[in-house]
């Protein structure tokens, strides 16, 4: 369908046409690109719209996480040529999710929709590799893909830093593919890109001031997210304050999120 050629840049395929054509005609499909309070911004064919649940959609909701999150494909209503109501949420093929904060019992959909889980550390500290490792498991748990990504490479100016600090992250790696990057001198960052060929989407996800948004500014080719450096006490600032979901040139995607600080997964009784 040529009207959906953008659309096929960022994931849609001819399964979503078969799940859209199940619908009502009128609908068109989109993505969640952003979330915001009770409504959504979503990338269409005929470009963004603003758009918000119908009372259907949110009274047949049994959860939070039935309500459109990012990263997820729609189907809409469009109303006139800036706003829309959200029909339904096409089918999620993987995602990941934790408990909302404060609370045990309701889940929270982080990304939907992902192929790829970039879990990001940073050279500059010493790697955590507990939270490394619930990164792992987050990322399986969700169906996707993990690779490991060691950022800030050009920061250990001791090779046998470096050394100790890769036996130390493939110790408990698993085989998970592992890619040295530096937002400095672009080292990694086309590996990177080997793992979205296919128009896939990708998450990063890491503590706050680890490099993630140097790394999505590096893959867009400019300055898309704001970059702050690492507190004097080794704790990052956060920078990316939203979940969105970002179109790169040539194909592909990647959806940034906050720095997730108290990770506790859905499901995760501990």
């Known amino acids: 369908m040529s009207t959906l050629v953008h659309l096929h840049d960022i994931g849609w395929d001819e399964d979503r046409d078969r799940e859209l054509a199940s619908l009502p005609r009128h609908l068109i499909p989109g993505r969640v690109v952003a979330e915001h309070r009770g409504a ?22 049994k959860s939070r ?3 459109p999150s990012i990263g997820d494909w729609v189907a809409l209503d469009e109303r006139d040529h800036a706003q829309a109501s959200i029909h339904s949420v096409l089918p999620r093929r993987a995602h990941f999710s934790r408990n909302i904060a404060g609370k045990a019992t309701d889940e929270q959909v982080l990304a939907a929709n992902v192929d790829v889980s970039f879990l990001v550390a940073s050279l500059e500290l010493d790697v955590n590799l507990r939270r490394l490792e619930r990164y792992l498991t987050l990322a399986w748990s969700g169906g996707t893909d993990p690779v490991i990504v060691l950022a800030k490479s050009d920061l250990t100016g001791d090779p046998e830093d470096l050394v100790y600090e890769l ?26 890109r080997d793992h979205l060929v296919g128009n896939r989407t990708g998450v990063f996800l890491g503590s706050s001031g680890v490099g993630k948004s140097s790394l999505i500014n590096t893959l867009l080719g400019r300055n898309s997210q704001e970059v702050r450096s690492v507190r004097a006490d080794g704790k990052g600032r956060h920078t990316t304050t939203l ?6 040139p040539g194909g592909g995607a990647m959806i940034d999120t906050p720095g997730l600080r108290g990770l506790k997964l859905w499901g995760d009784g501990e």
């Open 65 to 67: 996480a039935d309500l």
């Open 167 to 192: 036996q130390r992250v493939e110790s408990i790696a698993l085989g998970v593919p592992l890619v040295l990057t530096s937002s400095i001198t672009g080292a990694g960052v086309d590996d990177l």
């Open 243 to 248: 979940r969105e979901l970002i179109p790169l």
């Open 40 to 61: 959504s911004t979503i990338l269409t064919s005929k470009g963004e719209l603003w758009a918000e649940p119908t009372g259907r959609l949110r009274h047949e909701a």
